[in-house]
Structure formats: structure tokens, C-alpha cells
């Protein structure tokens, strides 16, 4: 059948097929403190979790037997709470090299960090840094690049405005040599 067919029967009565949604879909479900859209997959979801990378998000899917096509709002509750304390306390579940905070700081453990403690413990490593006064600490603290990025044409914000051109450096004539001469 060609498209011509296809559209003379659609006209004559029958109706294309339409997809039936469903009643309990839900809209938006929350997980690890991040609001999710319903209609959207499971992997790509688990990335807009602060902390939580393709790699862990891959994790969660293969460990919990997940379809990574599956949507949202097709989850059950007991799921949902699986993920969630998977995220929370992947130790011994996930490898410790696919953790986002490891050797820390203060306590010397490897520690998977999601939401609001990603921000609090990168500003406390900055505050350490600059405190120390590393040179790091002190490219922070003036604005520089800090991961050895060349600053002659990029990071070039402030007063300096580059090369001007000579007749913009020359002062124009004020007023007071004209009424002396008048």
C-alpha cells in the first residue's frame, strides 16, 4: 500500500490508532532531592541528581536490574527507595574509583557526595585552599584560571581594555585654551 491508499482509508471511517495514557501516570517524582519528569528514562533522569555521574547513574541501572529505557513514572515505590539508598550508601556496592569525593580531606575515606554537600564541600576546599594561601588559593582568590589556562587573550575582565588606538589616547582640546584665546 502506498501513502495515497493509506490515507483514503483513514477518510473513509476508520480511525488512526492513538496510544491510550494512562491514569496513575505520574508527573513529577522527586528522588535524592531532585524533581524528575515522569515521561522521561530512568538514566537520563539519574544525571540531573547533583553528584550522581553517567557512570554511577549506569550503576544504579545495571545493580537494581533497571531498564534504563524504563520511564519515571513507572516506578514503584520500593524501587524509588532502592535507588535512593543505593545513591546515598553505594559502599561495597559500586567501586570505590567510580566515587566522587575520594581520600578525603578530613576523615582519609573514599565518600560519594549528592546534592547541597557537593557545593558546601567544594566552597570548604576553596576556603581551605586560599587559607593555606596555595598558589591555587591565591589563583581563586584573584580570579585566574587555577588548572595552568593561558591568561594572554582568555580571562581578560577588569579595567584593562587592550590595545587602544593612538588618537583615543590623546587628550582632546579642553575648553580653557579656547577662551584664553579669546
Known amino acids: 500500500m502506498n501513502k495515497m491508499e493509506e490515507k483514503k482509508e483513514h477518510k473513509q471511517g476508520q480511525k488512526p490508532e492513538v496510544k491510550q495514557v494512562r491514569e496513575e501516570t505520574r508527573g513529577i517524582i522527586r528522588i535524592c532531592g531532585a524533581d524528575m519528569f515522569g515521561s522521561r528514562k530512568i538514566y537520563n533522569s539519574l544525571r540531573q541528581i547533583n553528584g550522581v555521574s553517567f557512570q554511577i547513574a549506569n550503576a544504579v541501572c545495571l545493580l537494581l536490574n533497571l531498564d534504563k529505557n524504563k520511564q519515571v ?64 588559593g591565591i589563583r581563586h582568590s584573584l580570579n585566574l584560571p587555577v588548572r595552568g589556562q593561558s591568561t594572554k587573550a582568555h580571562f581578560r575582565h577588569g579595567s584593562s581594555i587592550g590595545v587602544r588606538k593612538k588618537s583615543l589616547q590623546q587628550a582632546p582640546p579642553s575648553d580653557d585654551k579656547k577662551k584664553d584665546k579669546k
Request: hydrophobic share 35%; net charge positive.
Open 73 to 136: 513514572a513507572d516506578l514503584s515505590e520500593s524501587e524509588i527507595k532502592a535507588i535512593e539508598d543505593l545513591i546515598r550508601q553505594p559502599h561495597g556496592k559500586i567501586p570505590n574509583w567510580m566515587l566522587n569525593r575520594r581520600k578525603d580531606y578530613e576523615t582519609g575515606k573514599d565518600l560519594h557526595l549528592i546534592d547541597a554537600e557537593v557545593k558546601f564541600n567544594k566552597e570548604f576546599d576553596i576556603k581551605r585552599l586560599k587559607a593555606i594561601k596555595s598558589r591555587r
